[in-house]
Each structure stands twice: as structure tokens, then as C-alpha cells.
């Protein structure tokens, strides 16, 4: 039973001749305790799928639901109730930390939004202490103020804080993209021992495809605004289908192993002006570019069908290539 | 308390508050005191020079000069203070609003404000003056003043909040659930306080003076009130006779005018928690860190006629010793990558190679490149031997190209000044270079500017730059750290490319282990300012040594390692550069110090394995 | 080249003036409507015939239909004609003719050196205090500027006529002929105006010195002064000239003082006079006039940034 769900979702930035369709015909679904990763290069739209979630931009078309209630209108994704459910972890540590509150009257101030027996000071503060631990935070953080700490550390306030609403629904967005290799790996332990521990759901977002094989169960492949693959982690990376997701993967470096000749040419066209048809056709390398009896992809968008099981492919001629 | 403290470290801030605070104090009991003295006609004594009893002369009506300015203090700083607080009352609801306003109608209120502004401020008050008559008197003028005013702070309100709407702190605590009432107070006034609490203190500095004006030229403050502005201009009709009389009213207006714009400034400055909690860094006996031991240990990787040679270079920074002895060497078309995570100094060391160091940082050592001492070349040939020899590729391709200048003018500057080009043969030569890096439609790139292209054509084209003379020699610091995956891949081709058909050496600097594994033939691995491991890339999973480098492999999410592994991570942090703890730096988070890593450095040298290593723990097996 | 978008550039920037001068045009002539009571009583007092109110409202236009008085004002105004003072019975078009120019000739003076001054001046600034060389300069730099810059022109006036008239007896105090006599009223006008603009020119070099295009422009071995011509001073002069165009404006409010503490003739001088005899159709003239100089300067400044800095056609909505 999915905790989150998507179907459909569309947002769009601006109107008429400049508007700019960030995000079109999305849909995800979160499960209990696991996590969704959403990955993608800039201008995809991914960072406006989250923005989206927690009500930071109006969405356009498209439904959202939590537990099954519907949550479309923003009202709905402002509301209290929902807020309390679903958090968000920025990427930049920071500025997402107002630079005049005291750590300790950031987690104060999430915890009154709780309300319930968090009204009382004492017991606020009594948890405020328990959430600094949770996150391994010294307790005279509380004290303290953000440009007092580093970047991964912020984060991990960051995280404490959306823990402190009592969200169990996390949206990270990029949330390591900006911090150092080694810090990175402290703070996704944690995450992944934070949702071990409170059965927490997660849509984890980024640009990195190597963090999101780590971290997710399933992925969400986004091009141009459009989900182009959608498949268990492990069936994604064995047997990517998406020309667009194979280029991905074939563009990553690896430890082991020469490099291989890049396998896409060209930029991603503007997200204001997408092509018509399959967005991926201008730069696919089994697309009418390699093969022109392919006209299909200049004409029609491919939809999401399913190849096998889980795994499904916005793709006219998808061909499963193993690794 | 924490902001008297603050207050405190400043001298010229106390001194402006001071005199701020004689001012008001001034201004309430003066007309009380001395009031009657102003007032007294002294015929005997008429615009007398300064003598003991009027220590500043008297006016034409034998009047004591300096008690009248000292009771026109609370006229006019009164009248300073009125009409800043009026405009504030009338400008911030207007800058409040125009923020508010969605991003489609606001250029309208923009705009009105703009032009406003840009119009002199004193043709608006006289208008005003000139409507409002005699009858509004002193409030009259003080609206006059505020409404030119008002614009100034509904701008500085308008983009102040717009700024702050647009950070992520303010998004996040939305998202949270923190209500507008709350966020207003704590997110949006105190952010934007600092900026406020200066502007309107030096607002009333402006006021003061504007309302000395209108009574200096005789149509702001009317007889028989007085302010500074007309015993000013009392005092230039008798200019002559008594410079005193002048003098003493500009000073006065001078002195409260600078007083309230240093005062405002220092005051916000000492609220801004940043100031509180700033401590000075510690000290480890004031000395830098430990450095390579002065015996040198030959640097060579391998090759005899290295490209570039680095012997023991040090930089230094204030009290932080951000590169240390740092030692390495790469041959002829060598491509070799140095790794290493913030604060390694790989940076600096790209940046000390290229002599491209900020002024104010020491370097120390030998770095040679082409076997010349670039210590030892005299400033003009070593430009042109750098100019010519050596390129740079930044990491930033939008910042590191000028915005106000054609792609064309900058591609071509080098060549036209080092191997004396003409216009022509250097624009050839740019088409052909860009052609080169694979960049659609060249000719037309020359004349468009930097923001014109994507971050992908722009990395293209500061690789294309650096080729215009045939460099032995790239440097390319993180230079794809801005891009996408897919883009990074084609601009690593395109490096492996150059590197094989020009056959110029290259140093790519990166934090990315990966990318550099698949891209040099060899890596040098960074941390605290120090090499501690140089192996050829290849090597690097299997035979690495040095138990930094191994910790690294282990926390990078590589996409062969089992998805269940977890990461490892590396505990603590990397030591601050100015207090580097003794023996070796990385002991503190390091799974196998010993005694002997916590008392002694060291060194980078050969390990039969066929790396360079530095680690004492490196000959024992067990570090597999 | 970029036409489409030079058009509309121009277009905008110029249909923004025509609107500013409506907008002045109304508002000037909106003046005498809107003071309270009876301007007639205000200018005659309380012991003229009804003759002469009759008279005055005439003049003033108040007893027509305002939309018919507006439309006669700005016709009349466009052909020059700004009806008759009350002081000295003469068309107010003759006055502004003779007084422009000396108020133009003090002005226009003051703006050439804040310009040809100020951004030499900051670079040289920038460039020996750059990177933390010469503490002490600085802080004398720092001090100076802010001192200097932000005092009035008349207070500035009052310390040059101390120094220079009294004390040295080098220039006349006030009226005197010849290029002698415009040294300290120009000097006065523009000395805070150079310090203050040239404040800024040099916390700008510093800034363009420590971007990523200047070290660029340093790795490809480029001379200094190369760096500082070509690479920086484009930069600068973007913030330069919208500030030195903002500070026009503020020379023709100090050119209202300079006169008077000077004894010039000028609109300045005829302004403050006409106030304190309530001589209101002359008010208005020079409002209007002063207004719309600046107005039609700070558009031409506008424009010419547009030629300077490709960016501002892109940014600009």
C-alpha cells in the first residue's frame, strides 16, 4: 500500500509562450519503510517533483495522494496535517538554515508545529536533546548557530529537524550532492540507519546514479520533465532498457575498468522548446539520428509501458541491453 | 553581554555612538539650559571673532554663537529623525507591497520607484514645500523631505525581501509548517534588520543635512526658530568678518551627519550572531605545521626529462600552511590526476604551479617546467614562456570567461600577444581550435558572448583557449564539476584527445577518484596539503597503500560494489591548516596509527611495490 | 546585429521618458491647484481689489475648466512659453532662456570631472591597495572618500571658500570673471560627487579584480595594464555610469545651492527666489525645466548602457 502517490503530475512555470512545463505526466508511488530514488541530469525536472510534493509550487494537472486521501490542491499540501507527514531536505547546507536561529530554537519551533504533548517546553526540549543524538549531534548544538558547523553536519540538522515535525514521508533532494565523499558516506549510513529504525519512507533524489543505486529499491529515470524508466534498482542497472538510460550509465566513470567513448553527443535542448515527439529523439543514439526509418519518435511521445514485471519504458523501440 | 562585546571591538564605531548619544542629550537639554543665553542681544558685541566668553563669537545681533547651535540640535536632528521616520512609515508598507506583488505586475511599482528615485529629491520637496504652504509649518517640511525619502526605502525594502523569499531557509520553513506571522519575525525582519537599521540611521544622516539645506538657501525652517541650516547661512554673510560664524554651524552638521552614518552601521553589525561566535583561530605555538624534512628525497615519478618538476613546494597563507612539501613530477604527454577532498590544497597546488597564487600568499620550492626554473626567469619571458607553454581550465566555465567581452576577443588575446598574431591568423586559428573541441557553428561563437552558450559549449571553449599556443603543459582544475554526467563524458573524451594527438602533458586536478581513475595514467592522492600516495591508476583498486587512500576507495559509491555494503565512512575531519597536530596528518582518523604516526612525519618515498607511499605503516602487510 | 531587440530596447527607454515628461507636465501643472486657500490671496494678500484677484486667477488659469487650462499649459509649454512672472511682470520663457545656461555651463562642468575624474581615480585606488597592500592607505582612502563624499555641496562650498578665498586669498569669493570664477563653484559641486563615485569604481575594481575572468585573463599572461583596460574597466563602467547618471541628478539639486552661497546667476538662484516671493508660474517653469533636463539625461545614460553591456538587452523585460 503506498504511502505517497503521484499520477499524472504536471507543473508548470510561467504562462503562455513563456511557460516552461517543468515537470509532465509523472507518476510515482512511495512504499512504507523504502525509498524511491529519482534520477536525472539538470533541466529534468526532478527538483520541481519535490518542490511539487511538499506544496512549494501548484500543480497544474495531475493527482496526489497520502494514504489514499487526496492532497492535489495546494491548501491540501499546506495543510498542518500534511505537513506533519512529509518533509523535505534541501540540497545546499548552507542556506537552507536561517543564519539568526540558534539550532536549538530551529528543532523548538518544528517541534511546536506538532502540537499534541509537544506543547509543553519541557518535554520539547527533552526531545530536542533526543533528536540531536539520533542524528549524532553533540547536545550543545543546541546553542549553537548554523555557520558554526560544517556542511555535513548542517545536513544532519536539516534531517533532525524534518524528524522533529514527525514526518515518516522524507523528500531528499540532493541532500549530499554538495558535501565531500567522505561526508557523504556519513550522512547516507545515517539515513539508511534512520530508516531502518522508524520505517521512514523515501523519495531520494539526485544526479548521482552510483548514490541511488546505494540507497533506493526502486528508480524513476526523468528526461526533460517525463519519466523515460521505471524499474526495481537492481533490474535498472542489470538491465537498463531507456537508450537514455543506458548513455547514463555508460557515462559514469568506475573504479574499475577503461573508460568508455561518451556515449551521448550534443546538449540537452531547452526545456522551453522541447522537442516534439519523444524529447530524447534529438540526441538518441537509436533514434532516427542512427536510423531514420525510426520517424515514430518525431511524432509521438512514447508512454510507459511495461517491458517485464516492474521495470517499464517510455520507449518506441526499447531493447533490454544487459550490462 | 554578547553585543556589547561586539560594540566593543570596534573603536570608530564606540566613538560615532558616543557622540550620537552627546547629540541627543544635547538636544534635550539644551533649550532648557541655555535657551535664554541664545536669545540674549549683546549690541557691544556684534559678529565679535571667538573670545573666552563666547568661545565662538556672537552673530550680527551680538547673539553667543555657540550657544544658539547647541540648542538648534534638537531642531535639527528632531527634524532629521521626523522626516526619516515619515519616510520609513510611508516607503516600507510601499516596499512591502511591492514584494508582495506577484513577478508580474511588479515591474510597474518598480519601475515608478526607479524613476523616483533617479529624480533629484529636492525639486520633489519644493514642490511639495510650495504646495503644503506655510500653513503645515515644521510637519509640512518634514513631508516634503520624507517623500523623496520613501522611495529610497521602499527599494531598499522591495529587493532586501525578495532576496531573503528567495533563499532556501525561508522554503524550508515553510514546508515546516512555520505560520507567516512567525515567519515574518523571525526569518524575514531579523535577516533583513542588519541592513535596515543601517540604512535608516544613514537616512537621518542624509535628513539632517537636506533639512540644513532647505533652511540654508531660506526656505525650510522659518525666523524666529533657528537650526544649524540658517546660522549657517547667517554665518556666510559674515564670512568675512568672522569665518567662526560659518564654520561652527558646517561642523555641527558635518559632525551629527557622520556621527548617525557610522553609528547605525556599527550597531547592526554588533547584532549579527555571525560577529558573536567569531573566535579567532587557534594557535598551536603560532608555528605552521611540521614540514617535509629538509633532506630531499628525489621527486621523479619516473620519467628523466620531466614536462613539469615540483620539488618541495609550500604555500602559505597568513598562518596557514594550506600546501606542504608537496613533491611530484609528470613526463612528457602524461596524463596525471590529483585527488583529494576541500582543504586537501590541491587547488593551491594547481594554482602555485601555474603562478597563479593571490598576492599575499608565500610560496616556497622549485618548480620547473620544461626543465626552467620559473623561480629563476625574469618577469617577461617567464609570461611569455607561461603564456605559451603552460594553459589553465578553470573549474567555473560561466565565471571564468569575461561577460562583457566577445568569446572571440578572448580566445584570441593570448595568441595575439605571445606569438604575435594579427587579427586575421588568430581568428583562423581560434575557428580551427574550436572546430578542434568539436563546437557547431565557430565563426559565429567569435562574436557572441559568454552567456550566449550552454556549460558544455563553454568548458569546450576554454579547452579550445587554452590550445591556441600549443601548450606542452594543461592544467585542468576540476573542470567538470559544473556539468552533467552525460556532458562530462564528452569533455573527457575530448581531454584524452587532446592529450593523445597534441601530446601535451596534462594535470587534471579533482576530487572525483573515479573520473580520474578512468581517465590518467596516474594519480597523486592529497590530503592535509601533503601527497600521500602516488600510484599508477590502474593500481589504484588493488595495490593502493596508504590507509586515506583505502578509505576513500571504500566511501566511494562505485557502481560494481554490492548494494548491500555500506559505506565506510571516515571519521572526524581533516585538521585545520593553521593547527596541524605533529607526526602524520591524517593519525587522528586513521584505523592503524600507531605510536610512532603520532610522533613523526612521514615522508614520501618509493615502496617496492612500485608507488610512492607515506605512511609508516605502509611496509607492514597487515594494511590489506 | 541584435535589431529586434535594439528596437525594442529603444522603444521601451523612450516611451518611458515620453511618459516621466506627462507625468511632470501634469504634475507641474497640477501645482498651483493644489495649494490650499486662494493663490490670489497668497500672492496679493488680503488688500487687493477684486480687479486684481480677477487678474491673478487669470493668469494662474484657475477660473477655466481644468482639462482646457491643461491642454493650453502644455501646448504653451512645448512652444516655451511659461506665462508671465508675478515679480517682475516678464515672460517666464525669457528668464528660464537666460538662466539656463549658466546653470548648464555649472552643471555640465561638474559632471565632465566626476566622470573624467572619479573612475582614473578609483583604479589607481584599487589597484595599490589591492590585496591587502598598504593598510594605511586604505584606511585614508576609506576615510576620506567617506567623509568627503557624503558632506553637501554647500557645507563643501563653505570649507573651499574658507580655505582657497579666505585664508589664501587664491579665488574670489563670489562673482568675480572669467575661468576664475567657476573654479570653486564647479569645484565645490563636484569634489563630493568625484570622492563618492570613485569610492565605489574602486570597491568595484577590487571586485572585478578577484573574479574568475581577471585570473582567466592572468593565466594567458595578458600585461597588467591590458587586464585593467580591456578586461576590468568594462565591467566598472557599467555600475559607473548608472551611478554617474543618478548623480546628475543630484549635481542640478546642488547646482541650487552652489548658486546661491556663489551669488550665480542661474535657474537654481531664480528658483529660491520665486519661492520666497510666491511667485508661482516661475516655480513651475523651473521645476518642470530642471525636471525634464534630468529626466532626458538619465535616459540618454540609460541607453548608452545598453550599447556598453550586451547584458543589460538580454536582462532587461
Known amino acids: 500500500m503506498s504511502i505517497l502517490e503521484a499520477r499524472g503530475l504536471t507543473v508548470r512555470y510561467g504562462a503562455g509562450a513563456r511557460a516552461l512545463t517543468a515537470v509532465e505526466d509523472v507518476d510515482l508511488a512511495l512504499q512504507r519503510g523504502r525509498t524511491l530514488g529519482l534520477v536525472g541530469e539538470s533541466g529534468c525536472g526532478k527538483s520541481t517533483v519535490a518542490r511539487a510534493l511538499v506544496g512549494l509550487v501548484p500543480i497544474v494537472a495531475g493527482r496526489v495522494t497520502l494514504d489514499g486521501a487526496d492532497c492535489t490542491s495546494q491548501a491540501a499540501r499546506n495543510s498542518a496535517r500534511y505537513r506533519r507527514r512529509v518533509q523535505m531536505v534541501f540540497q545546499d547546507p548552507f542556506s537552507s538554515l536561517n543564519p539568526r536561529m540558534s539550532v536549538g530554537t530551529l528543532l523548538d519551533e518544528a517541534l511546536q508545529a506538532r502540537g499534541g504533548e509537544f506543547r509543553s517546553r519541557r518535554r520539547r526540549m527533552a526531545e530536542s536533546a533526543h533528536l540531536l543524538e539520533l542524528v549524532g549531534l553533540p547536545s550543545d548544538a543546541l546553542s549553537r548557530y548554523p555557520h558554526q558547523f560544517s556542511g555535513g553536519q548542517r545536513q544532519r540538522i536539516a534531517i533532525g529537524r524534518a524528524l522533529a515535525v514527525g514526518a515518516d514521508v522524507l523528500i531528499l533532494d540532493e541532500v549530499t550532492s554538495a558535501l565531500d565523499v567522505s561526508v557523504q558516506a556519513t550522512v547516507l549510513n545515517l539515513l539508511q540507519d534512520l530508516q531502518r529504525h522508524l520505517s521512514l519512507s523515501y523519495l531520494f533524489i539526485s544526479h548521482d546514479l552510483s548514490v541511488v543505486r546505494l540507497m533506493s529499491d526502486e528508480v524513476l529515470v526523468m528526461y526533460l520533465g517525463r519519466v523515460v524508466e521505471h524499474a526495481d534498482t537492481e533490474d535498472l542497472f542489470t538491465r537498463p532498457c531507456h537508450p537514455y538510460t543506458v548513455a547514463l550509465l555508460k557515462s559514469i566513470p568506475s573504479l574499475r575498468g577503461r573508460r568508455e567513448p561518451a556515449p551521448l553527443s550534443g546538449d540537452p535542448p531547452d526545456p522551453r522548446h522541447p522537442p516534439a515527439g519523444c524529447r530524447f529523439h534529438t540526441r538518441c543514439p537509436v533514434g532516427p539520428l542512427a536510423r531514420p526509418e525510426r520517424t515514430r519518435c518525431l511524432e509521438l511521445h512514447p508512454r510507459l509501458a511495461p517491458e517485464a514485471g516492474h521495470h517499464q519504458v517510455a520507449c518506441h523501440f526499447a531493447e533490454a541491453s544487459p550490462r | ?624 | 546585429m541584435l535589431t529586434g531587440r535594439w528596437m525594442g530596447f529603444l522603444g521601451r527607454r523612450l516611451l518611458g521618458l515620453v511618459v516621466v515628461l506627462a507625468f511632470l507636465l501634469l504634475a507641474t501643472f497640477a501645482m498651483v491647484r493644489l495649494i490650499p486657500g486662494d493663490p490670489a490671496v497668497v500672492v496679493l494678500g488680503q488688500n487687493g481689489t477684486p480687479e486684481q484677484y480677477r487678474q491673478i486667477d487669470h493668469l494662474l488659469g484657475v477660473d477655466r475648466p481644468w482639462p482646457q487650462q491643461l491642454a493650453e499649459y502644455v501646448v504653451r509649454a512645448l512652444h516655451g512659453d511659461f506665462g508671465t512672472s508675478f515679480a517682475t511682470k516678464q515672460p517666464v520663457g525669457d528668464l528660464i532662456r537666460e538662466r539656463i545656461g549658466p546653470t548648464a555651463e555649472l552643471a555640465g562642468l561638474a559632471l565632465a570631472v566626476v566622470l573624467l575624474l572619479s573612475v582614473p581615480l578609483g583604479m589607481v585606488a584599487a589597484h595599490l591597495t589591492a590585496s591587502g597592500r598598504r593598510p594605511r592607505l586604505e584606511v585614508a582612502w576609506t576615510t576620506l572618500t567617506a567623509v568627503l563624499g557624503t558632506m553637501p555641496q554647500y557645507l563643501l562650498a563653505t570649507l573651499l571658500i574658507f580655505l582657497f578665498a579666505l585664508q589664501l586669498r587664491l579665488l574670489p569669493v563670489a562673482g568675480g570673471r572669467g575661468w576664475q570664477a567657476l573654479v570653486l563653484p564647479v569645484a565645490s559641486l563636484s569634489l563630493g560627487p568625484t570622492l563618492a563615485l570613485a569610492r565605489i569604481v574602486r570597491l568595484q575594481v577590487l571586485d572585478a579584480l578577484a573574479q574568475d575572468y581577471v585570473r582567466t585573463a592572468e593565466s594567458k599572461r595578458l600585461p597588467l595594464l591590458t587586464i585593467y583596460v580591456r578586461h576590468v574597466l568594462p565591467n566598472v563602467l557599467t555600475t559607473a555610469l548608472t551611478v554617474g547618471g543618478l548623480l546628475f541628478s543630484s549635481l542640478i539639486a546642488g547646482t541650487i545651492f552652489i548658486e546661491q552661497i556663489f551669488v550665480r546667476v542661474g535657474m537654481g538662484s531664480s528658483l529660491i527666489g520665486a519661492i520666497q516671493a510666491h511667485d508661482y508660474p516661475v516655480i513651475q517653469a523651473d521645476v518642470l525645466v530642471l525636471g525634464m533636463t534630468v529626466v532626458v539625461v538619465n535616459t540618454i545614460v540609460d541607453i548608452l548602457l545598453g550599447v556598453f553591456d550586451p547584458r543589460t538587452l538580454a536582462t532587461e523585460g
Open chain 2, 1 to 624: 553581554m554578547a553585543f556589547l562585546r561586539a560594540l566593543r571591538t570596534a573603536p570608530s564605531a564606540m566613538l560615532a555612538i558616543a557622540v550620537l548619544l552627546l547629540l541627543l542629550v544635547i538636544a534635550v537639554l539644551a533649550p532648557v539650559l541655555l535657551g535664554h543665553t541664545a536669545n540674549q542681544f549683546d549690541f557691544r558685541a556684534i559678529s565679535a571673532p571667538p573670545s573666552l566668553a563666547h568661545p565662538l563669537g556672537t552673530d550680527r545681533l551680538g547673539r553667543d554663537l555657540l550657544a544658539r547651535l547647541l540648542v538648534a540640535t534638537r531642531l535639527s536632528i528632531g527634524m532629521g529623525l521626523l522626516a526619516e521616520a515619515l519616510a520609513y512609515l510611508i516607503g516600507v508598507p510601499v516596499g512591502a507591497l511591492t514584494a508582495l506583488v506577484g513577478p508580474r505586475w511588479r515591474p510597474i511599482p518598480m519601475r515608478v520607484i526607479d524613476t523616483m528615485i533617479a529624480f533629484p529629491g529636492l525639486l520633489v520637496t519644493i514642490y511639495l514645500i510650495t504646495i503644503l504652504g506655510p500653513r503645515l509649518g515644521l510637519v509640512g517640511l518634514a513631508v516634503g523631505l520624507a517623500v523623496p525619502e520613501a522611495f529610497r526605502a521602499a527599494r531598499i525594502v522591495s529587493t532586501l525581501a525578495l532576496s531573503i523569499a528567495g533563499r532556501d531557509y525561508l522554503a524550508a520553513a515553510r514546508v515546516v509548517g512555520v505560520g507567516w506571522p512567525r515567519l515574518v519575525l523571525r526569518y524575514l525582519i531579523p535577516n533583513m534588520a542588519e541592513t535596515m537599521v543601517t540604512s535608516f540611521s544613514v537616512g537621518v544622516s542624509f535628513m539632517i543635512v537636506a533639512f540644513s539645506g532647505l533652511s540654508f538657501l531660506g526656505i525650510g525652517v522659518q525666523p524666529p526658530n533657528f537650526d544649524w541650516g540658517r546660522l549657517l547661512s547667517e554665518g556666510v554673510d559674515s564670512f568675512y568678518e568672522t569665518p567662526a560664524a560659518a564654520l561652527g554651524p558646517a561642523a555641527f552638521i558635518a559632525v551629527a551627519a557622520l556621527a548617525f552614518a557610522y553609528a547605525g552601521e556599527a550597531v547592526a553589525h554588533a547584532a549579527n550572531p555571525r560577529v558573536w561566535t567569531a573566535a579567532p583561530p587557534e594557535r598551536a605555538n603560532g608555528r605552521p605545521g611540521p614540514s617535509e624534512p629538509p633532506h630531499r628525497l628525489p621527486a621523479r615519478g619516473g620519467a628523466p626529462d620531466p614536462t613539469l618538476l615540483v620539488e618541495d613546494l609550500h604555500v602559505r597563507i597568513g598562518d596557514a600552511e594550506i600546501v606542504s612539501g608537496v613533491s611530484f613530477s609528470i613526463g612528457p604527454g602524461e596524463m596525471v590526476g590529483l585527488v583529494g577532498e576541500s582543504g586537501s590544497g590541491k587547488t593551491m597546488t594547481a594554482l602555485a604551479i601555474a603562478r597563479l597564487l593571490p598576492a599575499g600568499a608565500a610560496v616556497e620550492g622549485e618548480v620547473s617546467l620544461l626543465g626552467r626554473r620559473l623561480a629563476a626567469m625574469p618577469p617577461k619571458p617567464l609570461a611569455r614562456f607561461l603564456g605559451t607553454e603552460l594553459a589553465f581550465v578553470f573549474q567555473d566555465p560561466m565565471s571564468s570567461f569575461n561577460p562583457a567581452l566577445t568569446m572571440g576577443r578572448q580566445l584570441t588575446e593570448g595568441a595575439r600577444r605571445h606569438r604575435h598574431l594579427d587579427l586575421r591568423a588568430a581568428a583562423e586559428a581560434a575557428v580551427a581550435r574550436l572546430s578542434e573541441v568539436n563546437v557547431p557553428a565557430p565563426r559565429r561563437i567569435l562574436r557572441q558572448y559568454p552567456h550566449e552558450l550552454s556549460g558544455g559549449m563553454r568548458q569546450r571553449a576554454m579547452i579550445a583557449m587554452g590550445l591556441m599556443n600549443s601548450p606542452k603543459l594543461l592544467i585542468c582544475d576540476e573542470p567538470t564539476t559544473a556539468l552533467d554526467v552525460t556532458i562530462q563524458a564528452q569533455i573527457m573524451d575530448l581531454l584524452a584527445r587532446v592529450n593523445r594527438e597534441h601530446g601535451a602533458a596534462v594535470l587534471l586536478i579533482s576530487h572525483n577518484l573515479a573520473l580520474v581513475r578512468q581517465s590518467c595514467s596516474r594519480v597523486l592522492v592529497m590530503y592535509a596539503g601533503r601527497i600521500v600516495e602516488d600510484l599508477a591508476s590502474e593500481r589504484l583498486l588493488s595495490d593502493a597503500l596508504h590507509p586515506y587512500t583505502r578509505s576513500l576507495l571504500a566511501a566511494v559509491p562505485d557502481l560494481e560494489r554490492p548494494r548491500g555494503a555500506p559505506l565506510t565512512a571516515i571519521p572526524g575531519q581533516p585538521p585545520d591548516p593553521i593547527a596541524r597536530p605533529p607526526g602524520c596528518p591524517f593519525h587522528p582518523r586513521c584505523p592503524l596509527a600507531q605510536d610512532r604516526c603520532r610522533r613523526e612525519l612521514p615522508p614520501l618515498v618509493a615502496h617496492p611495490g612500485g608507488q610512492r607511499v607515506a605512511c609508516w605503516m605502509a611496509e607492514v602487510e597487515a594494511v590489506r
